[in-house]
């Protein structure tokens, strides 16, 4: 990693943790820290799941009861196990915990605008570009990948998610069992691999990757979820599928897809995947692609 660019960054953090005032007990000039805020605000007007709330946040669980037992003996949130598994527990705001909450929106808003005013219109929109720009990528950068078992339950999510989509873009509808999906044994070691991504334990993508004996590697089942598009999901899981290929020995890496994905074509076509002749009988592909990939070096 190049040591200006982690310069850059460490100088970044400094300057926005000390504007925005995340380094003062009383964020906003309220009675609790930056940490308690926004547990207040990421609760929001429905409650959460403890469990999903910590992995939203990425805290471990004693900080998140130490910062609730805080906001409940403050009378701002209660507590409560869910009927239908005591294990579970959720949290939601007091009415003096919507009013806090309120109050904060209020000065957050006026913070923006503290942020927004010394600066011209075109500066103004420079930063605020700037800003999406940064909360995208580091949105991405959030993003994890892992390998699991076809039969997960995110797994079968991200799949039925995946299906209900095809069926909505092409022209014929789309019916799995018509198509030439890979059964499940195929996508588990050591015939393949099946990567789910996840965004704050959410899953939002998944791609297959077979490996057949004997014959190129293939992936299948490429599909991210449209809020999660534009954070380079399909470009990551395509380097990480060839990266994994490679190390498995092929030199050949393939798949195939239908006319009504353009944009996934444009994909193929920008990391060096080449249109080749049909290499099955897929009955929903219009295209097949190719790409000669290396093993890594040794070391």
């Given at each position: 990693?190049?040591?200006?660019?982690?310069?850059?960054?460490r100088?970044f953090n400094r300057?926005?943790?000390e504007?925005v005032g995340v380094?003062h007990?009383?964020y906003?000039?309220?009675?609790?820290p930056?940490?308690?805020?926004r547990?207040?605000?990421e609760i929001?007007?429905?409650?959460?799941?403890?469990?999903?709330l910590?992995?939203r946040?990425?805290?471990?669980s004693g900080?998140?009861?130490?910062?609730?037992?805080s906001?409940e003996s403050d009378?701002?949130?209660t507590?409560e196990?869910?009927a239908r598994?005591?294990?579970?527990?959720?949290?939601?705001?007091?009415d003096?915990?919507r009013?806090?909450?309120a109050?904060?929106?209020g000065r957050?808003?006026?913070?923006?605008v503290?942020?927004?005013?010394?600066?011209n219109?075109?500066q103004?929109?420079?930063?605020?570009a700037a800003?999406?720009?940064v909360d995208r990528?580091l949105t991405?950068?959030t993003?994890?990948l892992e390998?699991?078992?076809p039969?997960?339950?995110?797994?079968?999510?991200?799949?039925?998610?995946y299906?209900?989509e095809?069926?909505e873009r092409?022209?014929s509808?789309?019916?799995?069992a018509?198509?030439?999906l890979p059964?499940?044994?195929?996508l588990r070691p050591?015939?393949?691999?099946?990567l789910?991504?996840?965004?704050?334990?959410e899953p939002v993508?998944c791609?297959g990757?077979k490996l057949?004996?004997?014959?190129?590697a293939e992936?299948?089942?490429?599909?991210?979820?449209?809020?999660?598009?534009?954070?380079?999901?399909?470009?990551?899981?395509?380097?990480?599928?060839?990266?994994?290929?490679?190390?498995h020995?092929?030199?050949v890496?393939r798949?195939?897809?239908?006319k009504?994905?353009a944009?996934a074509?444009?994909?193929?076509h920008s990391c060096g995947?080449?249109e080749v002749a049909?290499?099955?009988?897929?009955?929903?592909?219009?295209?097949?692609?190719e790409?000669r990939i290396?093993?890594p070096?040794?070391g």
């Amino acid at each position: 990693m190049d040591a200006v660019q982690i310069d850059q960054v460490r100088r970044f953090n400094r300057t926005v943790t000390e504007r925005v005032g995340v380094l003062h007990d009383n964020y906003l000039g309220r009675d609790r820290p930056f940490g308690a805020a926004r547990l207040l605000w990421e609760i929001g007007e429905r409650g959460q799941d403890i469990r999903a709330l910590r992995e939203r946040l990425g805290l471990d669980s004693g900080y998140v009861s130490r910062l609730l037992r805080s906001l409940e003996s403050d009378g701002l949130v209660t507590v409560e196990p869910q009927a239908r598994d005591r294990r579970v527990r959720t949290v939601r705001l007091t009415d003096a915990g919507r009013a806090e909450r309120a109050a904060l929106d209020g000065r957050s808003d006026e913070l923006a605008v503290s942020l927004l005013e010394p600066l011209n219109a075109a500066q103004r929109g420079r930063l605020v570009a700037a800003m999406a720009e940064v909360d995208r990528l580091l949105t991405a950068a959030t993003v994890t990948l892992e390998v699991v078992d076809p039969g997960h339950a995110d797994a079968e999510h991200c799949l039925r998610s995946y299906f209900a989509e095809l069926g909505e873009r092409f022209d014929s509808g789309f019916d799995p069992a018509l198509s030439l999906l890979p059964d499940a044994g195929e996508l588990r070691p050591p015939r393949g691999l099946f990567l789910v991504a996840r965004l704050h334990g959410e899953p939002v993508g998944c791609a297959g990757l077979k490996l057949p004996v004997g014959a190129p590697a293939e992936i299948k089942r490429m599909w991210v979820a449209p809020h999660a598009r534009r954070l380079g999901l399909g470009r990551r899981f395509l380097a990480d599928l060839e990266a994994r290929a490679a190390r498995h020995g092929r030199d050949v890496l393939r798949l195939d897809t239908n006319k009504a994905l353009a944009a996934a074509i444009g994909l193929y076509h920008s990391c060096g995947f080449q249109e080749v002749a049909a290499f099955n009988d897929e009955p929903y592909a219009h295209h097949w692609f190719e790409k000669r990939i290396t093993a890594p070096s040794p070391g």
